[in-house]
């Protein structure tokens, strides 16, 4: 079935630093691809999204670029806020399946 | 607009007890979805309604566990008799169409003593 798998956490930078948080996936055909982020106490919001090879998606300064070759939706940021400091999840819907199947989630804390 | 709204925020009751936590999605949204959250398995779906049909249940654990959606505004997820192992956030979700992301509530925090 399909399967994603995110870094373990947590992940502690400062702020302003380079962020990175690995994403690989098994799943057949074409899946959609998403990152969700989710706040203490709070529910999933979703962040960003691609739904072919080869797309970029982008919000509030996070990208991930769809590659297909790696199977993989790494998560970036150029420089990251305390505010960005949240659990972050890598998700798909398989071809076959609309549900999300969700990786572990990698917390994030940044320190001033 | 309001989002995907659940009720109750938090719920803590005794083993055995029944337990009913509610859904109402965002109006105009096609697909509802109930998943769990825990520390030991993350986030698993439970169940799926397209157009208040049940798609698929092949995640709800047991027999204990059951849902409804009786009309395009509202669902229900019920859990008689409730057991200490149920104690988790539940959450509902609800997205406009097959390919289209999905919207979370803020979630149900349910504690089963």
């Known amino acids: 079935g399909d399967s994603v798998t995110q870094m373990e956490g947590p992940v502690t930078l400062s702020e302003e630093a380079f962020l990175t948080i690995n994403c690989t996936y098994t799943?057949?055909?074409?899946?959609?691809l998403f990152w969700y982020v989710q706040y203490p106490g709070e529910g999933l919001q979703l962040l960003l999204k691609?739904?072919?090879?080869?797309d970029k998606g982008s919000n509030k300064g996070f990208e991930a670029t769809y590659r297909k070759e790696t199977t993989s939706f790494h998560l970036e940021k150029g420089s990251v806020q305390v505010s960005d400091s949240a659990v972050y999840f890598c998700?798909?819907?398989?071809?076959?399946?609309?549900?999300?199947?969700f990786g572990s989630g990698t917390r994030l804390q940044v320190q001033p | 607009d309001a989002g995907v709204i659940q009720s109750p925020r938090h719920e803590v009751t005794e083993m055995g007890q029944e337990v009913t936590l509610r859904c109402k999605p965002i109006?105009?949204?096609?697909?509802l979805f109930w998943y769990r959250q825990t520390m030991m398995r993350g986030l698993e779906l439970l169940i799926y309604?397209?157009?208040?049909?049940?798609?698929?249940d092949s995640g709800m654990p047991e027999d204990r566990f059951s849902a409804k959606m009786p009309n395009a505004s509202f669902s229900t997820l019920k859990i008689q008799p409730s057991e200490p192992r149920d104690s988790a956030v539940y959450f509902c979700?609800?997205?406009?169409?097959?390919?289209?992301?999905?919207?979370f509530g803020d979630g149900t925090r349910l504690s089963i003593l």
């Open positions: 979700a609800s997205s406009l169409s097959e390919r289209q992301p999905q919207h």
């Open positions: 799943a057949t055909g074409y899946p959609s």
């Open positions: 691609a739904t072919k090879a080869d």
């Open positions: 998700a798909l819907t398989g071809a076959g399946r609309r549900a999300l199947t």
């Open positions: 109006s105009g949204h096609d697909y």
């Open positions: 309604f397209n157009n208040n049909v049940p798609i698929d």
